[in-house]
C-alpha cells in the first residue's frame, strides 16, 4: 500500500485527461508502515465517525495550474489495510512536544541504559533480609520464580507497546490501561500505583541520597575533624539541588547519558558490597535459621512482608513503554525487536548483580542483616573499622551518584503529565522557561515531603502492596485484553494463573502492611528528619 503522506506535491503538468486529483491506492502484498502514531507536530485529518463507507474520493480537475493538495495529513499505520487505517488512525500531534516522546532517535543501547538504571537500585540490597525469614531453600526459590515472573511481564509490555492491528503505539503505561480497561477503571486502578511509583520513588531517593551525602561527607572528613556537619533536612537540600540542575535535561533521550552513569554506578556499589562482605568472611556464631515468630499468623504475616521485599527489589515496569516510546517504528523494524534486545542484557547484568548479592550477603551475615538498610548498613556495621575508608566512601558515592541517576528517569513521567497539560490547552509546546520552573517546583516539591513527612518509608510496605500489579498482574490481563488468546491455550492458562496470583498476592501484602503499621505503630515526626 503506497504511504500517503502530507508533504506539498509538486503539480503535473494540465492535460485534456481528466485525471483525478486522488486515487485509491492499489493494495500490495507488503504495506509500509510509518513511524509512530504521534510524529507530527501538527493536527492530522482525522476520518468521520461513521467509517470508511461514508468516505467518499472524488476526482476534482485542478482549477490552476498550482492546484492545493487535499490529500489527508495521515500516515498509513502499522501493517493495517486502507479500510482499517482510515478508520482507526487518530494520532496525537502533542506528543511530539512532550519529554518521553519528542525524540525517536532512541536504540538498543538507549533501552539498556535506562533500564538497567530504573531496575536496579537501593531495594535490592534489602532482599538478603527476606533470607533470614525464608531461609536458603525457599528464598533462592522464590526469588528466582519472582525473577522470571517479572522478566515474563515485562516481555509482555515489550509486545503490547504497538498494536499491528491498529496501528496505535501506547507510548505510556497509563494509556495501555486505558485502551484495555477503560479510561474510568484503569485511573482507579492503575493512577494511584503509577503516580506513587514515579513521585513516591522520587520522595525515597532525596531521603537516600541526603543521607548517603552526610556519610560521605563524614568518611571524607575523617573521625577528628572538627567541621560541623550539616542537618539531615540541608543534606537533602543539597541533593535536591543536585537533582533540580539535571532534571534540566529536555526529554528522555537526553539522559540517556545520564542513565549511563546511573546503570555503571548501580552495578558498582552491588559488587562492591558482596565482593567486601564475602572477602571479610563470615560473621562469628552466624544462624542461617529462619526466624521464627511466636503465634502462627504473625509467622504468616513476616512470610508475606519477605516476599514482598522480594518483590519490590525488581522495578521499573512502569517506565518500560516510555522508554520505549523513544525509538523509532516501522513495520520492517518495529521497536520491540530492539527494545527486547536492550533489556534482555540489562536484565542479565541485572541478575549477575542481585543474586550474587542476596546469596553472598546471606551467607556473610545470616539472621544479623540489619532489617534497616539490608547490606548497605551491614557493610558499614560490621565493617566500618576493618575495610579501607576508600572503600567506604566510594561506594556511598556511588549510592549517591546512582540516586541522582535514577531521580531524572523517575520523574521523567511526572515531567511529561506536568507539560501534557499545557500542550493540551495552549496548543503547541511549554517554553523552556516554564518546562524549568514545573520540574523546579516537582523537585522541591519531593524535598517538601520528604522533609514534612520522613515516617513516609514506614508505609512502604503497605503502598508498595498498592503498587505491586503494576509488575505482576496488570500486564498478563492487558495481554489477554488485547490479544485475546483462545481459551485454555497455554498462553491463556499462564496470564490468567499469574494475573489472579498477584492480585491476591497484592491483597495480602496490604492486609499485611496494615496490620504491621497497627502492630508496631507508626513514630509520627513532621518536619524532623533524621
Not at 219 to 238: R, S
Not at 249 to 274: D, K, Q, R
Not at 329 to 354: D, N, Q
Not at 465 to 471: D, K, N, S, W
Request: charged share 15%; net charge positive; aromatic share 12%.
Amino acid at each position: 500500500m503506497e504511504e500517503i503522506t502530507a508533504a506539498p506535491i509538486t503539480p503535473r503538468p494540465v492535460t485534456t485527461d481528466a485525471t483525478p486529483a486522488t486515487t485509491a491506492a492499489p493494495q500490495s502484498s507488503e504495506p509500509k508502515m510509518s513511524k509512530a502514531a504521534s510524529v507530527s507536530r501538527e493536527p492530522l485529518v482525522i476520518p468521520p465517525r461513521g467509517g470508511v463507507d461514508q468516505i467518499e474520493i472524488k476526482a476534482k480537475t485542478p482549477k490552476s495550474l498550482t492546484p492545493r493538495s487535499r490529500t489527508p495529513r495521515f500516515m498509513t499505520p502499522i501493517g493495517s489495510p486502507v479500510r482499517r487505517a482510515l478508520q482507526l488512525t487518530r494520532l496525537d500531534p502533542e506528543d511530539a512536544w512532550l519529554p518521553i516522546t519528542e525524540s525517536r532517535n532512541g536504540n538498543a543501547y538507549y533501552a539498556a541504559f535506562h533500564t538497567l538504571c530504573s531496575g536496579i537500585g537501593i531495594q535490592a540490597l534489602v532482599i538478603p533480609v527476606a533470607f533470614t525469614i525464608l531461609g536458603w531453600t525457599w528464598g533462592i526459590i522464590c526469588m528466582t520464580l519472582a525473577f522470571l515472573w517479572q522478566l515474563y511481564t515485562l516481555f509482555l509490555l515489550v509486545q503490547l507497546h504497538e498494536s499491528s492491528e491498529t496501528g496505535l503505539r501506547y507510548c505510556r503505561y497509563i494509556q495501555l490501561c486505558n485502551a484495555c480497561f477503560g479510561e474510568k477503571l484503569s485511573k482507579f486502578l492503575a493512577l494511584f500505583p503509577i503516580l506513587y511509583l514515579s513521585g513516591g520513588t522520587c520522595v525515597a531517593l532525596i531521603v537516600l541520597g541526603g543521607a548517603t551525602c552526610k556519610m560521605f561527607f563524614q568518611i571524607v572528613c575523617g573521625q577528628t575533624c572538627t567541621i560541623k556537619t550539616l542537618t539531615p533536612a540541608e543534606w537533602y537540600l543539597v541533593f535536591t539541588c543536585a537533582a533540580v540542575i539535571l532534571s534540566q535535561l529536555p526529554n528522555l533521550n537526553s539522559i540517556a547519558g545520564v542513565s549511563l552513569v546511573g546503570a555503571i554506578t548501580a552495578i558498582g556499589y552491588c559488587t562492591l558490597i558482596w565482593v567486601v562482605s564475602v572477602d571479610k568472611g563470615r560473621l562469628p556464631h552466624v544462624s542461617y535459621n529462619p526466624l521464627k515468630a511466636d503465634k502462627q499468623f504473625i509467622q504468616f504475616f513476616d512470610v508475606l512482608n519477605a516476599l514482598g521485599m522480594i518483590a519490590f527489589g525488581f522495578r521499573g515496569h512502569n517506565l518500560i513503554l516510555e522508554i520505549q516510546a523513544t525509538m523509532p517504528s516501522s513495520e520492517k523494524h518495529p521497536s520491540r525487536v530492539p527494545m527486547w534486545r536492550g533489556v534482555r542484557f540489562s536484565y542479565t547484568l541485572i541478575a549477575l548483580c542481585i543474586f550474587p548479592l542476596a546469596i553472598g550477603g546471606y551467607w556473610a551475615y545470616g539472621q544479623k542483616i540489619p532489617e534497616q538498610g539490608g547490606m548497605f548498613a551491614a557493610l558499614f556495621t560490621f565493617h566500618s573499622t576493618d575495610t579501607s575508608q576508600f572503600v567506604l566512601g566510594l561506594a556511598s558515592l556511588f549510592v549517591i551518584v546512582n540516586a541522582l541517576s535514577s531521580f531524572q528517569i523517575y520523574g521523567m513521567p511526572m515531567f511529561d503529565e506536568m507539560e501534557s497539560h499545557y500542550t493540551r490547552r495552549f496548543k503547541k509546546a511549554a517554553p523552556w522557561w516554564l518546562r524549568a520552573i514545573m520540574r523546579a517546583m516537582f523537585t522541591y516539591g519531593c524535598y517538601f515531603v520528604a522533609v514534612a513527612i520522613p515516617f513516609l518509608g514506614s508505609l512502604a510496605g503497605l503502598i508498595g502492596g498498592i503498587a505491586l500489579p503494576v509488575t505482576l498482574a496488570y500486564p498478563c490481563f492487558m495481554w489477554l485484553k488485547m490479544k485475546k488468546p483462545k481459551k485454555y491455550t497455554p498462553s491463556w492458562w499462564i496470564n490468567w494463573v499469574l494475573g489472579v496470583v498477584g492480585m491476591c498476592l497484592s491483597v495480602l501484602l496490604i492486609v499485611s502492611g496494615t496490620y504491621v503499621v497497627i502492630d508496631t505503630g507508626i513514630k509520627v515526626s513532621f518536619f524532623k528528619p533524621t
